[in-house]
């Protein structure tokens, strides 16, 4: 099993531009998340998925969208790419809370974007 | 809202014993979660506590007081390769029946010879 996987690792932008991040995971988890990493910041959630096409708004969402087509993948879009979007990005998954009751996030490697 | 407080650096030589604490305010606690991120790495589970008292897991123990709002972690005989951050995180009840994890912003330990 490959686990969380997330497309690419490295990309920079300039300001205005758009792109798509990628996320896989093959462990037939019902939720996923996008999450950003800021020094010094922790982790904050962007968006989240309960399901296949399902999405729902975390703490930071403005200038992110997010679809959730298959169950396996989870992508994250910048329309408009801004210098404050430069940070490390995870890709996550879990189980559903509700059906079982282990509360682990299975991280992917990140995605380091810089916007310039 | 929801906050979470951890110290932001521990410093600790190998084979010492090391505790990180973690306060948090949430409504809807469902329960406190610890990972472990190594520079450059992704975040790993290492514990959850939904219940009152200790965990534990080889070297690591994790501990939960629900009346106080407070956890914390502790790792014994330290190696060095355990110098990484490490993140509480609350998993609480938000609206439309969903949970979720809050992170608090990391303790960095530095394990010393």
């Known amino acids: 099993n490959a686990g969380v996987t997330q497309t690419p690792k490295f990309r920079v932008l300039k300001t205005g531009q758009s792109m798509t991040l990628l996320c896989a995971q093959d462990?037939?988890?019902?939720?996923m998340y996008w999450y950003r990493q800021d020094p010094g910041m922790g982790l904050r959630l962007i968006h989240y998925?309960?399901?296949?096409?399902?999405?729902a708004k975390g703490e930071v969402p403005d200038g992110y969208n997010v679809s959730r087509l298959k169950k396996q993948n989870f992508l994250l879009g910048l329309e408009s790419a801004a210098p404050s979007q430069t940070s490390v990005y995870f890709c996550?998954?879990?189980?559903?809370?509700?059906?079982?009751?282990?509360?682990?996030?299975?991280f992917g490697p990140g995605t380091r974007l810089t916007v310039l | 809202g929801q906050s979470l407080e951890q110290p932001s650096e521990v410093t600790a030589v190998e084979g010492a014993i090391v505790q990180i604490n973690c306060t948090y305010q949430?409504?809807?606690?469902?329960?406190l979660s610890w990972y472990q991120q190594h520079d450059g790495g992704a975040p790993t589970f290492l514990s959850y506590?939904?219940?009152?008292g200790l965990e534990e897991t080889g070297r690591f123990s994790s501990f939960l007081s629900r009346s106080d709002s407070y956890g914390y972690l502790l790792l014994q005989e330290l190696q060095m390769k355990d110098s990484a951050s490490y993140f509480c995180?609350?998993?609480?009840?938000?609206?439309?029946?969903?949970?979720?994890?809050?992170f608090g912003a990391g303790t960095r330990l530095a394990v010393h010879p």
């Open positions: 996550a998954s879990s189980y559903s809370p509700w059906t079982d009751g282990r509360p682990e996030q299975f």
């Open positions: 462990m037939n988890h019902e939720y």
């Open positions: 998925s309960v399901g296949e096409g399902t999405t």
């Open positions: 949430t409504s809807g606690f469902y329960g």
């Open positions: 506590n939904a219940l009152d």
């Open positions: 995180a609350v998993r609480a009840l938000f609206s439309g029946g969903y949970n979720k994890l809050i």
